[in-house]
């Protein structure tokens, strides 16, 4: 059963702080991807990775950066946390050249 | 660029209703589209999907026919149930696009008893 786990469900944190949202995947895929979901405002594409060691940015990378150390795992990094990075977090992974992709669960981030 | 429009929730429907949620693209190629499904709690799981024009996906009931003249991937299922009730998401991913997916807004169905 493929699968994507994603390192907390929710999480608080406070303005400011370094945040790390972490991603794995059992699938050996290639690429990985990290959305945020909003109401109103579907689901936007943050950052995107093909290959280990390898980023694009996405449509709102602002704020934001990535690590793919090995290929199971992406990591989603918010250096400085503010109150506009409440959200759900949504973590995606699929093989090269095929456009299904398979969704981890979601973190509910909260800053105050 | 690539857009996709939902029609705009939340839907409410009496169990065993029929049901319609409209989709429409903007693409400049000749993308792939799909349906997915978010249950409360959880990520989104693919539902449908069509790959090139006429083509019918179909899954658990619902069907969505890729209408390439009318930009359309309209969601249909002629009897829904209470455990439908969840967010339906539209998706293209364009030729050259890199295996990204452009999404919509996603639309909430709320299925009654």
């Known amino acids: 059963d493929v699968k994507v786990t994603q390192s907390s469900r929710y999480l608080v944190k406070r303005t400011g702080e370094k945040v790390f949202l972490e991603c794995v995947q059992d699938?050996?895929?290639?690429?990985m991807f990290w959305y945020r979901q909003d109401p109103g405002l579907g689901l936007r594409l943050i950052y995107f990775?093909?290959?280990?060691?390898?980023?694009e940015k996405g449509d709102i990378p602002e704020g934001y950066s990535v690590s793919r150390e090995k290929k199971e795992r992406f990591s989603l990094i918010l250096e400085s946390a503010s109150t506009n990075q409440t959200s759900m977090y949504l973590c995606?992974?699929?093989?090269?050249?095929?456009?299904?992709?398979?969704f981890g669960p979601g973190t509910r981030l909260t800053v105050l | 660029g690539d857009s996709v429009t939902q029609m705009e929730g939340p839907v409410t429907l009496s169990e065993e209703a029929f049901l319609t949620i409209n989709c429409t693209y903007t693409a400049t190629g000749y993308p792939s589209l799909f349906w997915y499904v978010q249950y409360p709690g959880e990520g989104l799981q693919l539902l449908l999907k069509a790959t090139k024009a006429d083509d019918k996906g179909s899954n658990k009931g619902f069907e969505a026919t890729y209408r390439k003249e009318t930009t359309s991937f309209h969601l249909e299922k002629g009897s829904v149930q209470v455990s439908d009730s969840a967010v339906y998401f539209c998706a293209l991913s364009d030729v050259g696009g890199g295996n990204k997916l452009t999404f919509g807004t996603g639309t909430q169905l709320k299925v009654e008893l």
């Open positions: 699938m050996d895929h290639e690429n």
């Open positions: 995606a992974s699929s093989f090269q050249g095929f456009n299904e992709q398979f």
């Open positions: 990775s093909y290959d280990v060691k390898m980023k």
